[in-house]
């Protein structure tokens, strides 16, 4: 412990700009060491540093989303754990993901709070972070151009695509994500362009069905 713990202060250095008390955020960077110390096999031939890094990492991270200078509601923090027990036994019993109508029902929340709490968890991003991997606009460059419906259309839309079949879903994300033709697809799958035509209809069509029927 004693000879890794300059692996803590490596590892704040990239935390000095996020407003936390240097203190809090080495208590739970040590944390983490007594972790990695704790779970090291040295038989696996790696390296302490490089097994230790991440895990400390984690620990702090955590921190910064869970108790860190930006806070969640507690209520918010409630509810998220509802819905996190709803999803779970519907997932266990169904053997699909809940829409997010189906848990604000079952968690007895609105559709508005459903989509707070699904969202509680995730990391506070910086406002000077990129708005999107292939964009130069910042997310305070687009603060406030999203509106709950887009943000539940866009909850929907990845639960649709995570049921697809791994060959269906690769063709929507190559259409509608990454601007791929249908002549390009059908190339690399080595079937003709028709085909994928009639494989996009069919998919769209089932996902839209989906989509109304919530």
């Known amino acids: 412990m004693e000879e890794n713990l300059p692996l803590v202060h490596y590892v704040l250095r990239r935390f000095r700009d996020r407003g936390a008390e240097y203190e809090d955020l080495y208590q739970y960077g040590c944390i983490g060491l007594v972790k990695a110390v704790d779970r090291f096999d040295p038989s696996f031939h790696v390296r302490f ?19 860190g200078p930006v806070h969640v509601s507690r209520t918010i923090h409630d509810n998220a754990a ?10 266990r019993d169904h053997a699909r993901e809940p829409t997010v109508g189906e848990i604000a029902e079952g968690a007895g929340l609105s559709r508005e709070d459903a989509v707070l ?5 995730r990391r506070v991003r910086s406002l000077s972070e990129p708005a999107g991997p292939d964009t130069e606009l910042r997310l305070m ?3 406030g151009s999203d509106t709950m419906e887009r943000v539940d ?11 697809l079949a791994p060959e269906e879903r690769m063709i929507i994300v190559r259409r509608y994500f990454q601007s ?3 002549s390009a697809i059908a190339r690399d799958m080595g079937i003709s362009q028709v085909q994928v035509s009639r494989l996009e ?13 919530e």
């Open 49 to 67: 540093s490089t097994y230790a890094v991440p895990i400390i990492l984690g620990e702090v991270r955590r921190y910064l989303r869970d108790d």
């Open 82 to 91: 509802a819905v996190e027990r709803f999803r779970e036994a519907f997932a």
């Open 117 to 121: 709490a699904l969202n509680a968890n």
């Open 141 to 143: 460059d687009v603060l």
């Open 153 to 163: 259309s866009r909850l929907t839309l990845a639960r649709l695509l995570c049921e």
């Open 180 to 182: 791929h033709t249908q």
């Open 201 to 213: 209809s069919r998919i769209l069509k089932r996902m839209r069905a989906r989509a109304e029927g």
